[in-house]
C-alpha cells in the first residue's frame, strides 16, 4: 500500500546475507496490513545476491551503496528520502511478528512526548534479548549499556516500559525529531549509533519507550554490544548526563574497617587507555581504603575516556581522592613519577588499573611490612600490567626516579634488582 504521505515510512539496512533480508521484507508485509506506508531499502554493500534481487521486488524503493558504510550511513540515507510522519528503523536479520508495527504506532500517536518506541527483542530461541537498553555503572566501562531483561522468558506483555536507549534493530521514530536531532552519527555505524540517537533524543526532551507487544525476532546480533572504541566514544559524549543503575550496588556498600595500627596509605594508580578496567578498579580501591588514606588517580595522556571519567570520579569522590595529569609524552612511567611525586602518606601503594582489590587487600599487603626483619618493599605481580608494590612513600619515589620501568615489567625481577642495588630487600607475594 502507498500514499503520497505514508503514515510510516520503513527503512531496512541490508548489509547481507540475502536470506536475512528476504525473511524480514516477508514479515514486513504480512505484519503492517492496514497501515499507510511505503518500504525503503538499502543495500549497504553487500555482495550477495542482495543487489540483484532487490531492484526486481516490487513495492519498495532500493537504494544501493557499492561499499558497506554501516547501519548509521545506510539508515540515513533512507530516512532522506523518506515521507512518513514516523520512520521504522530495522536490521535486516529482525523478523517482526505479525502486527508488530500497530503497538508502536500507538503509543506515539496516543502520546506526542514519546519521541521513540521500540520492539520487544527475542532471541532465536524465543528468550528476550532486549526490552531496550540501559546503561550500567562499572560493568565494566563507566558507561556500559546493557540489554534490559535479557535472558528472560518472553511471556506475552502488553505493557510499556521507560527506557534509556534502544537498538536500531526495530524501532519507530517521529521523522521531524529524528532530522531535528540530524539523524544518526555516521561515525558510529552499529549499536552504538542507534544508542546516541536515543540518548540525543531523550535529551531534547523526548521519551523512549519499549512497547512490549510489538515482537521482532533478532536473529544475528545481540542488543547493545559495542567495540571498545565505541566504549569510548560513548564515555566522552555521556559521562555524567546518563542515569546510570548500579547491578554491583558500588555506591550503597560501606567500606572495610582499616586494620587497626596500619599507617595512611597514598595508592597512586597510573593508567593510561584503560576504560574497560578503570571504574571497577578504583570503585574496589576505595572501599579499602581508611579514612586517612588518599587515592591518587594519575594519567598518561588517555585518549579512550579514562582521562574523562577519572577525572569525574576524583571530583565527585573529593576529599582524598585526587586526579593528578602525568602528561602524555611521560607515558605511564611519566605518570606514576607524577602520582608519586603527589602521595602525602607514609606509605605508598602502586596498584594497575587492571585488576580489583579484594576486601582487605590494602590491610593484608601492608601488613607484611610490620613484621621483623620484614623487606624494605612487598610485591605482588598483576600481569601484564606490571607489579603491585607497597613501602615507604619516599623508597617508591627515588625508585621511580631512578628505575620507573621496573614498576610495569612482567615480573618483579627488574624491581628486585633496584632495590638490592640500593641495599634493600624486596618481598614477593604470589597471588
Same mark, same amino acid.
Given at each position: 500500500?502507498?500514499?503520497?504521505?505514508?503514515?510510516?515510512?520503513?527503512?531496512?539496512?541490508?548489509?547481507?546475507?540475502?536470506?536475512?533480508?528476504?525473511?524480514?521484507?516477508?514479515? &514486513?508485509?504480512?505484519?503492517?496490513?492496514?497501515?499507510?506506508?511505503e518500504l525503503i531499502v538499502v543495500d549497504d554493500g553487500t555482495r550477495d545476491e542482495t543487489g540483484l534481487a532487490?531492484?526486481? &521486488?516490487?513495492? %519498495?524503493?532500493?537504494?544501493?551503496?557499492?561499499?558497506?558504510?554501516?547501519?548509521?550511513?545506510?539508515?540515513?540515507?533512507?530516512?532522506?528520502? =523518506?515521507?512518513?510522519?514516523?520512520?521504522?528503523?530495522?536490521?535486516?536479520? +529482525?523478523?517482526?511478528?505479525?502486527?508488530?508495527?500497530?503497538? &508502536?504506532?500507538?503509543?506515539?500517536?496516543?502520546?506526542?512526548?514519546?519521541?521513540?518506541?521500540?520492539?520487544?527483542?527475542?532471541?532465536?530461541?524465543?528468550?528476550?534479548?532486549?526490552?531496550?537498553?540501559?546503561?550500567?555503572?562499572?560493568?565494566?566501562?563507566?558507561?556500559?549499556?546493557?540489554?534490559?531483561?535479557?535472558?528472560?522468558?518472553?511471556?506475552?506483555?502488553?505493557?510499556?516500559?521507560?527506557?534509556?536507549?534502544?537498538?536500531?534493530?526495530?524501532?519507530?521514530?517521529?521523522?521531524?525529531?529524528?532530522?531535528?536531532?540530524?539523524?544518526?552519527?555516521?561515525?558510529?555505524?552499529?549499536?552504538?549509533?542507534?544508542?546516541? %540517537?536515543?540518548?540525543?533524543?531523550?535529551? +531534547?526532551?523526548?521519551?523512549?519507550?519499549?512497547?512490549?507487544?510489538?515482537?521482532?525476532?533478532?536473529?544475528?546480533?545481540?542488543?547493545?554490544?559495542?567495540?571498545?572504541?565505541?566504549?569510548?566514544?560513548?564515555?566522552?559524549?555521556?559521562?555524567?548526563?546518563?542515569?546510570?543503575?548500579?547491578?554491583?550496588?558500588?555506591?550503597?556498600?560501606? *567500606?572495610?574497617? !582499616?586494620? #587497626?595500627?596500619?599507617?595512611?596509605?597514598?595508592?597512586?594508580?597510573?593508567?593510561?587507555?584503560?576504560?574497560?578496567?578503570?571504574?571497577?578498579?578504583?570503585?574496589?580501591?576505595?572501599?579499602?581504603?581508611?579514612?586517612?588514606?588518599?587515592?591518587?588517580?594519575?594519567? =598518561?595522556?588517555?585518549?579512550?575516556?579514562?582521562?574523562?571519567?577519572?577525572?569525574?570520579?576524583?571530583?565527585?569522590?573529593?576529599?582524598?581522592?585526587?586526579?593528578?595529569?602525568?602528561?602524555?609524552?611521560?607515558?605511564?612511567?611519566?605518570?606514576?613519577? =607524577?602520582?608519586?611525586?603527589?602521595?602525602?602518606?607514609?606509605?605508598?601503594?602502586?596498584?594497575? #588499573?587492571?585488576?580489583?582489590?579484594?576486601?582487605?587487600?590494602?590491610?593484608?599487603?601492608?601488613?607484611?611490612?610490620? !613484621?621483623?626483619?620484614?623487606?624494605?618493599?612487598?610485591?605482588? *605481580?598483576?600481569?601484564?600490567?606490571?607489579?603491585?608494590?607497597?613501602?615507604?612513600?619516599?623508597?617508591?619515589?627515588?625508585?621511580?626516579?631512578?628505575?620507573?620501568?621496573?614498576?610495569?615489567?612482567?615480573?618483579?625481577?627488574?624491581?628486585?634488582?633496584?632495590? !638490592?642495588?640500593?641495599?634493600?630487600?624486596?618481598?614477593?607475594?604470589?597471588?
Amino acid at each position: 500500500m502507498t500514499d503520497a504521505t505514508p503514515t510510516v515510512s520503513m527503512i531496512v539496512v541490508a548489509d547481507g546475507p540475502w536470506d536475512d533480508t528476504f525473511r524480514c521484507l516477508r514479515a &514486513l508485509q504480512e505484519g503492517a496490513a492496514g497501515v499507510s506506508r511505503e518500504l525503503i531499502v538499502v543495500d549497504d554493500g553487500t555482495r550477495d545476491e542482495t543487489g540483484l534481487a532487490l531492484p526486481r &521486488l516490487e513495492g %519498495l524503493t532500493a537504494l544501493r551503496s557499492n561499499a558497506p558504510r554501516g547501519f548509521s550511513t545506510a539508515a540515513n540515507a533512507g530516512a532522506a528520502i =523518506a515521507r512518513g510522519r514516523y520512520l521504522a528503523f530495522l536490521h535486516a536479520d +529482525a523478523e517482526p511478528h505479525p502486527d508488530w508495527l500497530a503497538p &508502536l504506532l500507538a503509543v506515539v500517536e496516543a502520546d506526542p512526548g514519546v519521541a521513540v518506541a521500540a520492539s520487544r527483542l527475542l532471541t532465536r530461541d524465543g528468550m528476550v534479548e532486549a526490552d531496550g537498553v540501559v546503561f550500567a555503572y562499572a560493568a565494566p566501562y563507566p558507561l556500559t549499556p546493557v540489554a534490559h531483561g535479557a535472558g528472560a522468558p518472553a511471556l506475552p506483555a502488553a505493557d510499556v516500559l521507560e527506557a534509556s536507549a534502544a537498538s536500531g534493530a526495530a524501532m519507530l521514530v517521529r521523522a521531524d525529531a529524528f532530522r531535528a536531532a540530524q539523524g544518526f552519527d555516521e561515525a558510529h555505524g552499529t549499536a552504538a549509533g542507534a544508542l546516541d %540517537l536515543c540518548l540525543r533524543l531523550r535529551a +531534547a526532551g523526548g521519551r523512549l519507550v519499549v512497547a512490549r507487544a510489538s515482537v521482532a525476532v533478532h536473529h544475528a546480533r545481540c542488543s547493545g554490544e559495542i567495540s571498545d572504541a565505541d566504549a569510548a566514544w560513548l564515555t566522552r559524549r555521556w559521562l555524567g548526563k546518563v542515569p546510570l543503575f548500579d547491578p554491583a550496588a558500588y555506591r550503597e556498600r560501606t *567500606p572495610a574497617p !582499616r586494620r #587497626p595500627g596500619r599507617p595512611p596509605l597514598s595508592v597512586v594508580v597510573p593508567m593510561r587507555n584503560a576504560l574497560g578496567t578503570v571504574a571497577p578498579c578504583l570503585e574496589a580501591l576505595a572501599r579499602n581504603l581508611g579514612p586517612d588514606d588518599e587515592l591518587i588517580i594519575a594519567d =598518561a595522556g588517555s585518549e579512550d575516556g579514562t582521562r574523562e571519567f577519572a577525572s569525574l570520579f576524583a571530583a565527585e569522590r573529593g576529599g582524598s581522592t585526587r586526579f593528578v595529569d602525568g602528561g602524555a609524552p611521560g607515558g605511564l612511567e611519566g605518570a606514576l613519577r =607524577a602520582g608519586l611525586g603527589a602521595a602525602s602518606r607514609p606509605l605508598a601503594v602502586l596498584f594497575h #588499573p587492571v585488576a580489583q582489590a579484594p576486601d582487605g587487600f590494602l590491610d593484608a599487603l601492608t601488613q607484611l611490612l610490620d !613484621r621483623p626483619g620484614a623487606p624494605a618493599a612487598v610485591a605482588t *605481580p598483576m600481569p601484564p600490567a606490571g607489579t603491585c608494590v607497597s613501602g615507604p612513600a619516599s623508597l617508591l619515589r627515588a625508585l621511580g626516579a631512578d628505575a620507573p620501568t621496573a614498576f610495569f615489567a612482567a615480573d618483579a625481577a627488574a624491581l628486585s634488582q633496584a632495590l !638490592r642495588a640500593r641495599g634493600e630487600a624486596l618481598g614477593l607475594v604470589e597471588q
